[in-house]
């Protein structure tokens, strides 16, 4: 008898993000990977169009927010999951009332360690607190099996959920192969590129992410600030894809960064990696991440990285980048310093980033949760009818 396996994949939509990309690539591989097994994917209302051809996939639309209340407490109401025998849910937080077990995509525990990075300022912010961390404990609790991304992750799950020590299976992610550095012929994107989003800067320093606390913006301008105070031709950008930049730009006045600091809510892919092939380094002083996959996509273009010391950061660059402490606006400058003046640690963080780059792939993270699903469904012979949380 084949087996069913639901796949929540509505992190796929019109805006990139490191969990969309990561859920893109088990799209793209597992029903492949895994012609035995009967795939539903729930798919967001704003995807680009169907998820997928493979013949043994379905797809569902469901249009209600993955990270809101209809999917922690309602998802068997507005979903048929009748004949699934496991549910693989993608992004921390594991349904309530699932009629079979699940798998559960824990990429960090940040709402668990350090909600105050996470949230947004005022009563909301209490909210989203106690909405992540009830989901979040919920998929420690009642898990079948645990994937994560780091093994500094996986830690983190351990001394949260012992029990869990035995299954938990880790999946680094990986980059697309677009992520690469310029061919011939591709410099002149580089100028364009620059002028367009930097104007009258000769270098610039970059940061992606999404505007929340945890990813230390506010200490990028100030250590920005602090390393490059006279230097007008030197600019930095912050391509924030998620959140607002209000405080980020108030803060940017104030240190007398006018003109020099430039916020982008979104570019195109070919944008952003022009912006990569002829920035200063990537600048990306996270205090915690799960992974943190720009700084993946910066090793496999050639951009030199400077990065926090903490988490899973380090296990990421494999020691190939320039890491500080987090917490340092100090430090942060001295590093930013050293790769504007020192253009041999540049070429050879270039080099040794790419390697790195280049030794995970979607493949194997897609084969390595594979394996983690079947052995889920192994537990129950195939099948399952039991209630999940």
């Not at 668990?112 to 996470?118: H, N, T």
């Not at 909210?127 to 500094?152: M, P, Y």
């Not at 950008?237 to 940017?252: C, D, E, F, K, N």
Request: aromatic letters at 6%; hydrophobic letters at 40%.
């Amino acid at each position: 008898m084949r087996s069913r396996v639901a796949i929540d994949c509505r992190y796929i939509r019109e805006r990139a993000s490191g969990i969309g990309a990561y859920v893109r690539a088990l799209v793209d591989r597992l029903p492949h990977l895994g012609p035995e097994i009967d795939w539903l994917l729930l798919r967001h209302p704003r995807a680009n169009g169907p998820l997928s051809s493979a013949p043994n996939v379905r797809e569902q639309i469901v249009p209600y927010e993955p990270g809101g209340p209809v999917t922690m407490w309602a998802l068997p109401d507005v979903v048929d999951l009748r004949g699934v025998d496991l549910f693989h849910a993608t992004f921390n937080l594991a349904p309530a009332r699932l009629p079979c077990p699940v798998v559960t995509t824990i990429h960090d525990l940040m709402w668990l360690d350090s909600p105050e990075d996470c949230r947004v300022p005022g009563p909301w912010g209490l909210v989203e607190t106690l909405f992540w961390r009830h989901g979040i404990g919920r998929a420690l609790k009642i898990s079948e099996r645990v994937l994560t991304v780091s093994e500094a992750s996986r830690r983190r799950i351990v001394e949260h959920a012992p029990h869990l020590s035995d299954r938990i299976d880790v999946t680094p992610l990986a980059i697309d192969d677009a992520w690469r550095p310029p061919r011939p012929g591709e410099q002149s994107t580089i100028a364009t590129a620059r002028e367009r989003y930097a104007k009258g800067a000769r270098e610039i320093v970059l940061t992606v992410g999404q505007a929340a606390g945890y990813k230390n913006h506010d200490g990028v301008l100030r250590a920005f600030a602090r390393a490059f105070p006279d230097d007008q031709a030197i600019h930095l950008v912050l391509v924030q894809r998620i959140g607002g930049s209000g405080p980020y730009r108030a803060l940017a006045a104030e240190l007398g960064l006018e003109g020099r600091v430039h916020f982008h809510a979104a570019m195109p892919f070919e944008d952003l990696r022009a912006l990569m092939w002829g920035a200063l380094c990537l600048c990306h002083p996270s205090h915690t991440e799960g992974f943190g996959l720009p700084v993946a996509e910066a090793m496999g273009t050639g951009l030199p990285v400077l990065t926090s010391n903490a988490s899973s950061l380090p296990e990421v660059t494999g020691g190939h980048a320039v890491h500080v402490d987090a917490h340092d606006d100090e430090a942060i400058a001295a590093g930013l310093l050293r790769l504007a003046s020192e253009p041999h640690l540049r070429a050879v963080l270039r080099t040794r980033g790419l390697v790195r780059s280049r030794e995970r792939s979607w493949q194997r993270v897609a084969e390595g949760t594979l394996e983690s699903l079947r052995r889920a469904l192994g537990a129950f012979g195939g099948e399952a009818t039991r209630e999940a949380g």
